[in-house]
């Protein structure tokens, strides 16, 4: 059967592809739902899942959005972040995430080939997490009003009944997990702005987390809570649980799980890489008893191989979290103030 003809002129997106015509008509069908396939033309998803009759089962709903540059890089791009932050923002709370929204604010002149990769990249996302991009938009701004795409996606799961994960159910004697190694997305969008002339071997670690979750959540009843640490990296989502909770969280330096390269950049530029962003790292609380079934649970799927007891809850001290150093000192880890690096999902 011969393939349809594209209907797109010229190979950028232009005001007229913003403006409620044709042209608009042209570009939603022919870049968007003919690869996201929504079931209908609507305005709206109309939305059905068994999951829901059981009784204690609940909605979760998360949105956020994604501004990286540079919008492609080792190991992903901005399409593929928007699927798998939304995805992990789902799962670390307990839920099945199921369906995704997606809006893009598109700059004139953006390259209507670069959108078709992010688009195929995102439904291959969908598509390995197990949801679907079921609705949503397309704006087109004048050039220099946006920096060549956004996009902004939220998402809708099911919390299973008897699921409670929350950072204030964590006691003294937990020990924290983080499912493999930590840094390398910040450390990658650093090299590949090019700014410094810096060059590594490295990959964003962006994935989607949620087949990791549902398998640690089925290995241990007991499961405290968990969080995706993104913007901020390992130490401000420590800090966060550990405040929310009312403990303090000691870390073992000794312990952490940091490839070689985003050491030594952090090194050479003065980062700390407990403050680099992950898009595809969490960290989560279990009693102590359960450790041994929580990392063989991670490390059980390919997104947590690198599965590591990093340190554990204690007695709330001075200060949320601090950090026992490989010479035997101890430091304070604290939150960070503003950002190493902006703009990095």
């Not at 403006?19 to 709206?44: H, N, W």
């Not at 829901?52 to 540079?70: M, N």
């Not at 000794?254 to 003065?270: D, F, Q, S, T």
Request: aromatic share 4%.
């Amino acid at each position: 059967m011969a393939s349809k003809p594209c209907r797109l002129r010229g190979d950028r997106v232009t005001l007229a592809h913003g403006g409620g015509g044709r042209a608009m008509r042209d570009l939603i069908e022919e870049v968007f739902t003919a690869v996201f396939k929504p079931d209908s033309g609507e305005d709206q998803a109309r939305l059905m899942t068994s999951a829901l009759q059981v009784p204690g089962a609940r909605l979760a709903f998360t949105t956020d959005s994604y501004v990286v540059t540079p919008v492609e890089f080792p190991g992903g791009d901005i399409g593929k972040i928007a699927v798998c932050g939304t995805v992990n923002d789902l799962a670390v709370g307990g839920a099945v995430p199921l369906w995704l929204s997606a809006s893009f604010i598109i700059e004139e002149g953006c390259e209507i080939a670069l959108l078709r990769r992010l688009v195929a990249s995102m439904a291959r996302e969908a598509e390995a997490a197990g949801v679907r991009i079921v609705t949503g938009d397309t704006k087109v701004v004048e050039k220099g009003s946006c920096d060549t795409v956004f996009i902004t996606t939220s998402g809708v799961g099911v919390i299973p009944p008897g699921c409670d994960l929350h950072a204030e159910n964590i006691r003294p004697g937990d020990v924290a997990i983080v499912n493999g190694v930590l840094g390398d997305h910040g450390a990658t969008i650093l090299a590949a702005r090019g700014d410094l002339a810096l060059s590594a071997p490295l990959e964003s670690d962006c994935r989607a987390l949620g087949h990791l979750m549902q398998a640690v959540a089925g290995a241990c009843p007991s499961l405290r809570a968990a969080r995706d640490a993104t913007r901020g990296g390992l130490a401000s989502a420590l800090n966060e649980m550990a405040e929310a909770a009312g403990v303090s969280v000691e870390l073992d330096e000794a312990a952490l799980p940091l490839r070689p390269e985003v050491k030594g950049m952090c090194e050479i530029l003065g980062l700390d890489p407990l403050y680099l962003a992950n898009e595809g790292a969490l960290v989560l609380f279990v009693p102590e008893e359960e450790a041994e079934a929580a990392l063989a649970a991670m490390r059980s799927d390919t997104a947590g191989q690198g599965a590591a007891v990093v340190g554990r809850a204690v007695d709330k001290g001075a200060v949320p979290v601090t950090m026992r150093s490989a010479f035997g000192g101890t430091r304070i880890v604290d939150m960070l103030v503003g950002e190493q690096l902006p703009r990095i999902c």
